[in-house]
């Protein structure tokens, strides 16, 4: 009787293994295209996405190098200059514009399929939009409404291959406040949604800072302070805290942390402003030649791993940088590396998706 072989031989003289989760990416969503936009899928774990390097900039690691940006894995016909209404949700990337039959495409990463979303009641304003996603739910704020993604139930066992289950919006309580949200962040509770708003009078600074419970469907005020960010802040386990770009101007291109504040809804307006930290060094561009469009921050797990989607122009082109961070609790760089992409002459037409880069890691 033949002895059986080892597992790893059985495996192909490979040892076998439990099945990994899928690998996760940065998607970026471009105006660079006459008719709409593009969609590109970058591997922060490789070396490089593309094999067209620029020699000229050579390899340092401050510098890095300028690579053409990598062929776009699926282009959406929509109006340009509306960027800003991109949305990512569990696998897929949401497109808010309304397409001719008032539907909104949806495009899963994972299978490359495309399916379409139930219309919206009205067009989203670009200019003042933000999707918060909380468990299986897509939240979608800006200055005229509030509502919710529902995804449908899972199909029956035996449910027949034509019945279609819908999505559907369902609308939520008014918020509390009329301005669009300056930042915003989920509380590691898994329910509550931190919202800070900014309003300018003619005599001061009105900020403010409310949560949606999304359990109670219920609105509360937390005081007259607001979260430090500019746009999301992202809840680190390591560090314990809320995690972004400073939002004062003084503070352009630092990190800032900020305690999780409790969402207690007994601590009412009577919560004192948040203990944060300010980052001592400064990662948007410092070199002289380059000028600093916008950035957006992306948090891409593990140890307090951060990627920074930074756009910029020189004299003869614009170009986007991603940089890929490991910070500690006292908020320095322990670990960095850069990337360096050129954008095509066409995805300078309009700024919006440069001043705030969309980008997306699922």
Not at 38 to 59: C, F, H, Q, T, Y
Request: aromatic letters at 10%; proline letters at 9%.
């Amino acid at each position: 009787m033949p002895k059986k072989r080892p597992a790893d031989e059985r495996a192909g003289g490979r040892a076998s293994k439990i099945p990994s989760r899928r690998r996760k990416h940065l998607y970026l969503v471009l105006d660079d295209w006459e008719r709409g936009y593009s969609i590109r899928k970058l591997d922060l774990s490789s070396d490089s996405d593309s094999d067209d390097v620029d020699e000229a900039n050579g390899p340092d690691g401050r510098t890095g190098t300028e690579l053409r940006l990598p062929p776009a894995v699926f282009r959406l016909e929509a109006p340009r200059a509306h960027s800003g209404l991109f949305a990512a949700f569990g696998t897929m990337i949401v497109a808010t514009q309304l397409t001719p039959r008032g539907t909104i495409p949806m495009f899963d990463v994972r299978t490359r399929a495309l399916t379409f979303g139930p219309r919206q009641e009205g067009q989203p304003n670009p200019c003042c939009t933000d999707f918060v996603q909380v468990g299986d739910n897509l939240y979608f704020i800006d200055d005229s409404c509030f509502m919710m993604l529902d995804p449908p139930p899972p199909p029956p066992k035996f449910a027949h291959p034509y019945i279609q289950i819908d999505w559907t919006w369902r609308g939520l309580p008014v918020p509390p406040f009329d301005d669009c949200p300056v930042s915003y962040a989920v509380h590691p509770d898994g329910r509550t949604i931190f919202f800070s708003t900014q309003g300018q009078t003619k005599k001061h600074t009105e900020v403010a800072t409310f949560t949606f419970d999304t359990v109670c469907s219920q609105w509360t005020r937390h005081g007259a302070w607001r979260l430090p960010f500019r746009g999301r802040g992202y809840f680190d386990c390591e560090l314990n805290a809320w995690v972004g770009l400073s939002g004062q101007p003084d503070n352009l291109g630092h990190l800032c942390t900020c305690e999780v504040v409790s969402a207690d809804a007994n601590t009412t307006d009577g919560h004192p402003p948040p203990t944060c930290k300010l980052s001592k060094e400064k990662l948007f561009c410092v070199d002289p030649a380059e000028k600093h469009i916008g950035a957006t921050l992306v948090y891409i797990g593990g140890r307090s791993k951060f990627c920074l989607v930074q756009c910029i122009a020189t004299d003869d082109r614009k170009g986007g940088v991603w940089e890929e961070y490991d910070m500690n609790g006292d908020l320095r760089t322990v670990h960095h590396r850069l990337r360096s992409y050129r954008l095509p002459k066409i995805a300078t037409e309009y700024c919006d998706h440069l001043e705030k880069p969309v980008a997306f890691w699922m």
